[in-house]
Each structure stands twice: as structure tokens, then as C-alpha cells.
């Protein structure tokens, strides 16, 4: 194999790009790994990249900085926060310390999440991990993930603006042709082009399938360090109020949800100078406070829909809700210096039969091959997975160790075998387990609320610690040797983590 194209540049399409240079390029020297993405580069790339067709600005940065905003701008493509997983923060870790590091730096980590109703009653706390599997949670915007590992990638090894117009299948190599008429013809094809990505058409099982409404909106915004203690400072006057005592909270009403995210003990410390932080704890691109709302809505608002248009319903359906709550919706979209708001209706794909070309030239990953409801809280997680599984297997498959050489076409089928059996059953699982937690977001009549409610409660006090090794305790690498030696790998993770060194 001499040639590789990732379609995205995405978290799953840098880090599929990381791993082959980490596992594969060592082996076989002039093997040529690119990626090709759709959207302009982010404002700290120089618009000067060789690779991309705008030409220069002068007024982007050259790269960030910890007190520039550089998320802010590519919000709308990037969408808003997210909850990096145990499971995906190992595999970043084993991919590079420093994105690691980059990340750990950029986050709030937690090992609970706190469960509440609309009143403010704490039903009790969740695990989102800990000791048990070598991290928390880490809440992070997902640009800031982006930005950590798109520096990672090698600029001449990536070109943007590269609308795809379709990929096909050949007999020697797939083709890509682009919107502006070029094409180019790879060994092998990564397809991380997402849920409305042009590679699925190229595998006839599944191009039919379209991504679907799910009936759910996810709205919400992060705020700045001046809101935030303002918001703060105003609820103090209030009575009954109990700030949460976990960094994100979970607030389930009867016909909506609302997460918060909000560490009081990071505005305890040192207020800010001129927005730079005297504290170097909080020197990181970080909001202060962020909140998300998700409830049926038909028709469903675009990504483009701005906030103020939606903002009067999300009030709507919080009335009556905790007062921090209200505030937080009340203070978003006023224009705070650091502040992000986001309008995303959740579109999710049914179960594609294939993931991978009959020729084994052609492979899905990440949101392309299975786009996860944001209730699973494993999205960006199992598209790294994928990355790493992807890497592990090409390392063991085409570095020949002895024994007669296979030709580059078994190679390829055996790969997107190997990779079908240890990804489909995993992401599926967790696709159906994120739907039902998706439908205690929908609206419910008093007794579906009493139940759900009930529920929560047992699960908060008699849950086992071991109760989300499912999703925390997968191991790509222990899996990944299981299927090299003929075994059936586990789609469930089970058990402590061993924690290597860092």
C-alpha cells in the first residue's frame, strides 16, 4: 500500500491520520497519507497553507495563544462542548502525551455527574469514571479538542476547501473526485467525512440510508468569566438557592433537559485582570460556565438558526425551573466577550448494514459510520477507537513479519473484516443503550416522570462501582490482538483498568 486519503478532517479523521504516522509510516517509507476537508482552516492556521485555495489573510493568527479565543469562529462547524470519555482519554493518551496533556489542561474533569429534577431536588450522582479507569470525565469544547490534534498533523499532509463530490470504488484504487473537478485515486479510503458525508455513497448497502431527525434540540451556550460571577453574585440575593456541588449537573424536568456545567471552585479563586488570569490554573481555553437544553421541537431549527430566535422557547420550557437555570439562559446571547452559543437539531443514522466497500478499499469511521446520539456521551470517544483500531490493525496487517506476503487486495479485505467485527457490535450497543437514555429527554406525563424519577434514584444509590465498565473499560489494543488471533473480541469493556505510566 503506497497511498492513503482521509476524507475529514474532523477529531476522527486527525486522529485515523495520527495513528497510521504512528503505526504504519515507520514500516513503509513512502507511503503517502492525506487528508481532505471540506471547511477552510481555523483562524490560527495561516490561510497561506499551501493546501488551501483562499490565499492569505493578514489578520489571522499564525497560532493561538492562551488568551485569544480561537474556538470561537469555527463553533458552527465544530459544534459546541462535549464529555470526553475514560475509555477515548486513554486513547489519546496512548496516542501522544502532549495531546494529552493539551487536553487535561483545556478541560474540567469530574468522576460524577449530579442527577436533579426541575425543582432543584437532587435525585443523587452519577460515576463519569475516576480511579477505577484512569480518569474522570473531561468537559472540553470540542474545538479545543480539534485544535490539540489538528497541530499534530503535518500541514503539507492536509488539504481544505476540498469539497467531495463522490468516491468510487476501482478495480487497482477508489477515486475522489471534488467539487472543482480535481481528483485524486488512493490505495485505501478513510471515510470521516461525517453524517452527511459523501463517502457512504461509494458502499451500494448502505448509501440508501439517510440521516434522520430525531425529534430533539440541543441549544446552549458558554459563558464568560464577567457573566458568570455576575450571575453569581445576583443569586446570592436570592433565597433557597444551592449552587451544584458537582462540576456538571444534570436536570431532568417534563418536557426537557438541562446540563450545566460550572466549577465554583475555579470563580473561587483569583477574579481575572483584563481577561487574563492571575491564577495559572485557569490559564486555558476554557469558558467559566456552560449549559445545553434539549427538548422536542418540530420543525427543527439549522445550525445556522440564531440564538435569539430560539432563546424566548428555551425560556419557554425551563419556566418554573431552578433559578440558576434561568439565569443561565437569560445572561446567554447578550454578547459577552468570551461567550459561545450554539443551535444544533440532533440528526442520527440508522444502523448501516455495511461499514466498509466490498474491495476493502473504502472504510467509515467515526459519525460517517455511526452517528451517536449525544446521550451516549461516547461520540468523539468511539471515533477515536476507531482511529486507534484502524492503525493497529494496518500495523499488523501490512508489516510483514515472515511467512508468505498476501496480495494488497487481501490485505484490505481482511482489514475492513477485522475492523467490521470489532467496531460494528460496540458502536451499535452503544447507539442503542444512548437512545434510551435519549427518550427520558422527551416530554412525559406525571407518571412516566414519576417512574423515570424513581429510577434515577435507585440507580444513584445501589449502582456498583463496576456499572459503566461497558463503556469505560474497553480496551482497543487488548481487543485488536483478540481478533489478529482468531478470537471473538468483546464490544463491552469489563473490569478495573490498569493504568500504565505516564
Not at 460571577?229 to 424536568?253: Q, W, Y
Not at 467559566?288 to 419557554?316: E, N, Q, R
Not at 416530554?443 to 434514584?457: G, P
Amino acid at each position: 500500500m503506497k497511498s492513503i486519503a482521509i476524507i475529514g478532517a474532523g477529531v476522527g479523521g486527525c486522529t485515523t491520520y495520527l495513528f497510521l504516522k504512528k503505526h504504519l509510516s515507520p514500516h513503509i517509507t513512502d507511503l503517502e497519507i492525506h487528508i481532505y476537508e471540506s471547511y477552510p482552516p481555523p483562524p490560527y492556521l495561516s490561510r497561506s497553507h499551501p493546501k488551501s485555495p483562499s490565499g492569505p489573510l493578514d489578520d489571522i493568527e499564525e497560532r493561538p495563544n492562551l488568551h485569544s479565543n480561537p474556538t470561537t469562529n469555527v463553533t458552527t462547524a465544530l459544534g459546541g462542548g462535549l464529555g470526553l470519555s475514560p475509555n477515548g482519554i486513554r486513547v489519546l493518551k496512548a496516542l501522544d502525551p502532549e495531546i494529552y496533556a493539551r487536553i487535561k489542561a483545556s478541560s474540567y474533569e469530574t468522576d460524577t455527574f449530579g442527577l436533579q429534577i426541575s425543582s432543584g431536588r437532587m435525585l443523587g450522582s452519577f460515576p463519569a469514571g475516576g480511579k477505577r479507569y484512569g480518569n474522570g470525565t473531561m468537559i472540553i469544547m470540542r474545538a479545543a479538542l480539534h485544535d490539540a490534534v489538528l497541530e499534530k498533523v503535518d500541514q503539507k499532509d492536509i488539504s481544505f476547501e476540498r469539497k467531495v463530490k463522490s468516491v468510487v470504488d476501482g478495480v487497482e484504487k477508489a477515486k475522489i473526485e471534488f467539487e472543482n473537478g480535481e481528483t485524486v485515486e488512493a490505495d485505501f479510503v478513510v471515510g470521516a467525512d461525517g453524517v452527511w458525508g459523501k463517502t457512504r455513497q461509494a458502499i451500494p448497502e448502505s448509501a440508501a440510508l439517510k440521516a434522520e431527525y430525531d425529534g430533539l434540540v440541543g441549544i446552549g451556550a458558554f459563558l464568560d468569566e464577567r457573566t458568570t460571577r455576575n450571575i453569581l453574585a445576583e443569586l446570592k440575593h436570592k433565597k433557597n438557592v444551592v449552587l451544584p456541588k458537582s462540576v456538571m449537573t444534570m436536570t431532568f424536568g417534563p418536557s426537557a433537559f438541562f446540563g450545566t456545567v460550572l466549577d465554583v471552585s475555579r470563580l473561587e479563586k483569583a477574579p481575572s485582570k483584563d481577561g487574563i488570569p492571575e491564577n495559572k490554573d485557569l490559564d486555558r481555553e476554557l469558558p467559566f460556565a456552560g449549559w445545553w437544553s434539549t427538548f422536542p421541537m418540530d420543525p427543527p431549527p439549522t445550525s445556522k438558526t440564531p440564538f435569539s430566535d430560539v432563546k424566548g422557547k428555551v425560556l419557554a420550557n425551563h419556566k418554573g425551573w431552578t433559578p440558576l437555570i434561568t439565569a443561565l439562559i437569560e445572561n446567554s446571547g447578550v454578547g459577552g466577550s468570551g461567550e459561545v452559543t450554539h443551535v444544533l437539531p440532533r440528526w442520527i443514522t440508522p444502523n448501516l448494514p455495511k461499514w466498509t466497500s466490498d474491495s476493502g478499499r473504502i472504510l467509515l469511521a467515526g459519525d460517517a459510520a455511526h452517528c451517536m446520539p449525544p446521550d451516549s456521551g461516547q461520540g468523539v470517544s468511539c471515533a477515536v477507537e476507531d482511529a486507534m483500531t484502524i492503525g493497529l490493525l494496518c500495523e499488523a496487517i501490512f508489516v510483514v513479519k515472515g511467512g508468505e506476503e498476501a496480495t494488497n487486495q487481501d490485505k484490505l479485505k481482511k482489514l475492513c473484516d477485522l475492523y467490521t467485527k470489532l467496531r460494528k457490535p460496540r458502536c451499535e450497543y452503544i447507539v442503542a443503550e444512548a437512545r434510551k437514555r435519549g427518550d427520558m429527554k422527551r416530554e412525559l406525563n406525571v407518571v412516566e416522570q414519576t417512574i423515570r424519577n424513581v429510577v434515577m434514584w435507585a440507580m444513584c444509590k445501589i449502582m456498583p462501582e463496576s456499572m459503566m465498565d461497558a463503556f469505560y473499560s474497553y480496551d482497543v489494543e487488548t481487543e485488536v490482538k483478540k481478533a489478529l488471533n482468531g478470537e471473538t473480541p468483546a464490544f463491552k469493556g469489563k473490569g478495573k483498568v490498569v493504568v500504565k505510566d505516564e
